[in-house]
Nanobody
Framework: QVQLVESGGGLVQAGGSLRLSCAASGIRFSINAMGWYRQPPGKQRELVARITNGGSTNYADSVKGRFTISRDNAKNTVDLQMNSLKPEDTAVYYC?????????WGQGTQVTVSS
């Protein structure tokens, strides 16, 4: 059974930092990429950051220079270090694992940034 366990969300003041972690287990096929998406209140889910098996990364323009994604291939974990947080970063953050032909999602963790 595939499980994506997320941790690290919470409430923080603007300018603060949080670190999200996601541990994946039970995935039978090779993992192609891991990443984080978010869904702000009343909006669609959007990509925050993604990292491939080879270490290539891509970030949403809104988080470039503030967020850093990292991955441990041996442990199937992916972290998102979020610095200089802004109120507009408030959202439910979801871990995503792409393992062709499947796409897996975590349950989501709330990040709230107060002004």
């Amino acid at each position: 059974q595939v499980q994506l366990v997320e941790s690290g969300g919470g409430l923080v003041q603007a300018g603060g930092s949080l670190r999200l972690s996601c541990a994946a287990s039970g995935i039978r096929f090779s993992i192609n990429a891991m990443g984080w998406y978010r869904q702000p209140p009343g909006k669609q889910r959007e990509l925050v950051a993604r990292i491939t098996n080879g270490g290539s990364t891509n970030y949403a323009d809104s988080v470039k220079g503030r967020f850093t994604i990292s991955r441990d291939n041996a442990k199937n974990t992916v972290d998102l270090q979020m610095n200089s947080l802004k109120p507009e970063d408030t959202a439910v953050y979801y871990c995503n694992v792409a393992s062709y032909p499947y796409n897996y999602w975590g349950q989501g963790t709330q990040v709230t940034v107060s002004s």
